[in-house]
Each structure stands twice: as structure tokens, then as C-alpha cells.
């Protein structure tokens, strides 16, 4: 069971989720609001998985060389990321164009 969180699971949920989880979403939505391309939002996650990676050991007691807890912090906070730009990008197309597109939900656009 400890294959993506380690040691502890509360220490899994708070710094990878809480708090990197809300780093990557500001990340992405502020990207996604000032037009930049998805992809620099994922790009941005790499430094902030080695940074969740850094209070994991520090805090936790949790492993800083483990590639593999670095992979599973990297997938999450990218993911995180890639979901809020997509949010602001679809809010903002919807705002910006209303003749040519009318959103369906948070993240999908239909065409007028």
C-alpha cells in the first residue's frame, strides 16, 4: 500500500495534495489566464515535485533520493496543473468569444 504515498499517508495528503496540490493549481490557473500554452504549466511542475520531494524529507521523515516518490509527485502536480489551465482557458474562451463558443462544463467548449 505505500507504493505512492511511503510512509504515511497524512504526510502524502498534506504536503503532495494540499500543498503542492495548491501551488500547481495557481500555477496552472495564472498560466492559463495569461494565454501561455499548457505546456509551461506542466514544465513548471518539475521544480515543485523536487520541492514537495524537499518536505517530504524535512518534514515527514521521507526519502529524498526516491526516484520513484519523485515520479508519483511529478504525475500528480502535472495533472493538477494541466486541469486548471484547462479550467481558466475554457472560462476565459467562453468570456472572451460568447459568439463563437458556449461552455458545458468546466473544462469543454461547444462551438455556436
Not at 495534495?17 to 495557481?26: E, I, P, Q, T, Y
Not at 472560462?91 to 468546466?106: E, I, N, R, V
Amino acid at each position: 500500500m505505500g507504493i505512492l504515498y511511503g510512509n504515511s499517508l497524512a504526510a502524502f495528503v498534506m504536503i503532495t495534495l494540499v500543498l503542492g496540490g495548491g501551488a500547481a493549481w495557481m500555477t496552472g490557473r495564472a498560466i492559463g489566464q495569461t494565454w501561455g500554452p499548457m505546456w509551461q504549466a506542466v514544465a513548471y511542475m518539475i521544480p515543485l515535485a523536487g520541492a514537495a520531494r524537499f518536505l517530504h524529507y524535512a518534514l515527514a521523515n521521507g526519502s529524498l533520493d526516491s526516484l520513484h516518490f519523485y515520479a508519483v509527485n511529478l504525475v500528480i502536480l502535472m495533472a493538477i496543473a494541466a486541469l486548471a489551465h484547462r479550467v481558466a482557458r475554457t472560462s476565459q474562451m467562453a468570456q472572451q468569444y460568447p459568439w463563437l463558443y458556449k461552455q458545458t462544463s468546466p473544462v469543454t467548449l461547444q462551438p455556436r
